[in-house]
């Protein structure tokens, strides 16, 4: 109930690609789907987040697609540079303020 | 405005060994959640504070246990080490009281248990 999935484990795509990472979720309790971006050695980072309420946010070359009845959502990122090279997480908060279940990443490589 | 900070970087414990990490969050905030993450997995959160209380907690034993300081800086322990503690523990700050607030990380603590 609190697990979210995430795919695929790894992907690799050439520069000015989209890439694409796709989450499920169970608990319909849940109601913030934050996305991070981690870089090796560092601490995760807020990229962009959802509410359930928005099928679609978009911020610069990020875009999340959330589908409420289907518990799923997703991360398009256009024109990936090589810069966008990190582990990505989904994640999403439950009813508690702060508690956020994180899935289990998406290593992105963005070749030139 | 600082970030949060995590001490110490790196260490290393042995198994049965007890360890304190120490977080300060970001000025302005005062909640702390922690949270552990293994090696090519995401983080699990361990628990939270909230104005010095715990506000929560994930399927952690009760050998991991934690304090928050009246200025908001946080503490996690973790006793009787085994080595599948090994991994980076992260604390990250946010500003309680919505349910939309953003949390913010730190480095974390890359900790190794042989």
């Known amino acids: 109930q609190q697990q979210v999935k995430q795919s695929p484990q790894s992907l690799i795509v050439q520069k000015g690609g989209i890439s694409i990472i796709n989450c499920a979720y169970e608990?319909?309790?849940?109601?913030?789907f934050p996305w991070y971006q981690q870089f090796p050695g560092k601490g995760p980072a807020l990229l962009i987040a959802i509410r359930p309420d928005v099928s679609e946010k978009k911020e610069g070359r990020f875009t999340i697609s959330f589908n409420k009845s289907a518990k799923q959502f997703s991360l398009h990122i256009m024109d990936s540079q090589p810069g966008d090279s990190a582990t990505y997480f989904c994640a999403a908060r439950g009813t508690s303020y702060d508690k956020v279940i994180f899935g289990p990443g998406t290593s992105l490589s963005v070749i030139p | 405005e600082t970030g949060v900070t995590q001490s110490p970087t790196h260490l290393i414990k042995t198994r049965g060994q007890q360890v304190t990490l120490r977080c300060s969050s970001q000025?302005?905030?005062?909640?702390v959640s922690w949270y552990q993450q293994a090696l090519g997995q995401g983080p699990q959160f361990i628990f939270q504070?909230?104005?010095?209380?715990?506000?929560g907690r994930g399927n952690f034993p009760p050998r991991f246990s934690g304090l928050q300081f009246p200025n908001y800086s946080s503490e996690l322990n973790v006793n009787a080490l085994e080595l599948d503690d090994s991994a980076l523990y992260l604390c990250?700050?946010?500003?309680?009281?919505?349910?939309?607030?953003?949390?913010?990380f730190g480095p974390g603590t890359r900790l190794t248990v042989l």
């Open positions: 000025s302005g905030h005062n909640t």
């Open positions: 608990n319909t309790a849940f109601d913030y």
């Open positions: 990250a700050s946010s500003f309680g009281g919505t349910l939309y607030n953003e949390q913010f």
């Open positions: 504070y909230y104005r010095e209380e715990e506000n």
